[in-house]
């Protein structure tokens, strides 16, 4: 948001296809995301086209590592069972600004050493 996002748009991020507040840049981004997140999903080379028309190749190296950065936090958070920290509301999910109550455990509190 830092970079001037407004909370209403982060909020239609799960529902970005839907949405028409994503620019066309801004679709081929989340597109990619999803092609290198969903198990069996392939990005293709229509796709990879689409971004080369709107990111240099540093740009995509780095958008490539930011996405390969959260999806490896993600695997691993799920190992470690770390608990959301209600940073991120999801559409059918429950979050601390609705009343949840998100873990502040650390990954080494989840799993002491030599427990389980």
Sequence with gaps: MQAGAD?????????WRDSGRFS????AALEYAEAMTITG???SDELFARLRSFFDEAQIVELTAA????N???KANV???VQAQGFCALPGLQNAAEGGSP????ATQAHPAGSG
Excluded: D, H, Y
């Design 41 to 43: 999903q392939r990005v």
């Design 24 to 27: 066309a840049m801004e679709r």
């Design 72 to 74: 490896f936090r993600s």
């Design 79 to 81: 190992a470690l069972q």
């Design 103 to 106: 873990s502040t455990e650390s």
């Design 7 to 15: 909370e209403e748009k982060i909020r239609e991020v799960p529902t």
């Design 67 to 70: 996405v390969a950065l959260e």
